[in-house]
């Protein structure tokens, strides 16, 4: 197929576009270009801003969309663009709070979660323009996404204070529950999706629900080294730091039925963090 990305310099975009071309299809990548990336095969490539008037672009099969955050961002594009089938990288943080988990694709209403604020928003905006645009679509709901090259520290934030003997400390009690997804297993979701053009939101999430404690256990097992923990109860909920520690004391847990319905496994969360922690 000819494919149509968007984003594709860093993390999940590459992984994407490595998946893609291994499996054959013609890819045109859309970026700014601030982050080169040797990728698995060679690419078309067009250095543009989406936030600023683009070229016509042409007609694609497909387009996976891995960096719109705003309705905007999308409706602009789609003015831009002829395509048969849509892909659009949202996250879980589009639910509407709530604590009835799990969070169902075809039940769990999204709306606000004033926690993840601006994010929630603009992503929800998203979800609601393609659910209304009469277009062929299908949106994956990431949860916490972990892998190599992440460029937002979680992670590394706690192996890299491990070893430095630093004090890891958790928001709140550090007891909310919580799932994490790896970044191959997202792009692979992304992939199934698009080839088969399935239409529908899916959750990309691990079968483990842990806490944010056990997390940080299961890291410090890994890399052997015995962890200081210290909990802060004045960045609890709203009040989080993300300075102080990746993740806010919030249970959100999510059904990855669907997602496995479709043909999706997710390995063990350890096995996982084994390939990326040193």
Excluded at 44 to 53: F, L, M, T, V, Y
Excluded at 55 to 84: H, K, M, N
Aim: charged share 20%; aromatic share 10%.
């Amino acid at each position: 197929m000819n494919i149509l990305c968007l984003g594709g310099g860093r993390f999940l975009g590459p992984v994407v576009i490595d998946q893609l071309l291994r499996r054959g299809h013609g890819i045109t990548v859309l970026n700014r270009g601030r982050h080169p990336v040797n990728y698995a095969g060679p690419v078309r490539h067009i250095r543009a801003d989406r936030h600023e008037p683009l070229p016509w672009l042409g007609s694609f099969d497909v387009v996976i969309d891995t960096c719109a955050y705003r309705a905007e961002d999308i409706q602009s594009l789609f003015e831009r663009v002829s395509f048969g089938f849509y892909l659009f990288v949202s996250t879980v943080a589009v639910y509407k709070k709530t604590d009835c988990f799990p969070l169902i694709e075809d039940v769990s209403p999204i709306g606000e979660w004033p926690l993840w604020g601006e994010y929630n928003r603009g992503k929800v905006a998203c979800e609601k323009f393609l659910a209304q645009s009469g277009k062929a679509y299908a949106s994956v709901r990431p949860t916490n996404i972990l892998g190599s090259n992440n460029h937002i520290p979680r992670e590394m934030f706690v192996y890299e204070r491990l070893v430095k003997g630093l004090p890891i400390i958790l928001p709140g009690n550090g007891e909310a529950l919580v799932q994490f997804v790896f970044v191959d297993e997202v792009a692979r979701l992304a992939v199934l999706l698009a080839e088969g053009k399935i239409r529908g939101c899916f959750n990309a999430c691990g079968d483990e629900v842990v806490t944010l404690k056990d997390w940080v256990q299961k890291i410090s097992a890994i890399a052997g080294v015995r962890p200081h923990l210290q909990f802060n109860p004045d960045t609890d909920g709203l009040a989080h730091r993300v300075d102080e520690f990746p993740f806010p004391n919030e249970n959100i847990i999510c059904s990855n039925a669907k997602a496995k319905k479709a043909g999706m496994v997710f390995r063990n969360l350890c096995a996982g963090l084994k390939s990326i922690v040193p």
